[in-house]
């Protein structure tokens, strides 16, 4: 039986806002090798990530990652669900923030080829709805080693 509370969307994020997310827990993996962010606050005018991590970026390195998160985006890449057993879903992705009642059937999301995880939110159907992202600033805090990237639609 598939568990409503993680397979059917039911946060109410901004649809743009959070499949840049996405896109850019993906990017800084693939650029930093950080886990996807521990915390996250999506909203329609600007949002945040949180990331475990070592340093501050340079301005350089920003500007490098926002570069990627907009490559990725006007790729014009589809956006869609799909759902896998809870099983499956622990072999192929991080299930670390799941509810031990998530039921036995996950509800994955899929940027194209260029990211998937286990998602409730609502996204957009292509990227090309989102139309590109700033990098408005970032810090990091030397005593918890979290690097906080904020953005908005640009």
């Known amino acids: 039986m598939i568990n409503s509370t993680i397979n059917e969307p039911k946060k109410e994020y901004n649809r743009e806002m959070h499949t840049a997310e996405h896109i850019l827990n993906q990017t800084m993996i693939r650029m930093f090798g950080t886990g996807r962010s521990v915390t996250n606050h999506i909203e329609k005018k600007k949002s945040k990530c949180d990331y475990r991590f070592d340093r501050a970026l340079s301005e350089e390195e920003i500007r490098l990652l926002e570069g990627k998160v907009n490559e990725i985006i006007g790729q014009s890449l589809d956006v869609k669900e799909s759902f896998v057993s809870r099983e499956e879903a622990g072999l192929k992705y991080n299930v670390s923030k799941l ?43 030397n005593e918890t080693n979290i690097l906080r990237i904020r953005y908005r639609i640009a």
Do not use: K
């Not at 709805?129 to 700033?134: H, L, P, R, T």
């Open 99 to 141: 509810p031990e009642d998530a039921g036995d059937v996950i509800r994955v999301i899929s940027v194209g080829n260029y990211d998937h995880c286990p998602c409730i939110g609502q996204h957009v159907s292509n990227t090309s709805e989102i139309g590109g992202i700033a990098i408005i600033s970032s810090d990091f805090n």
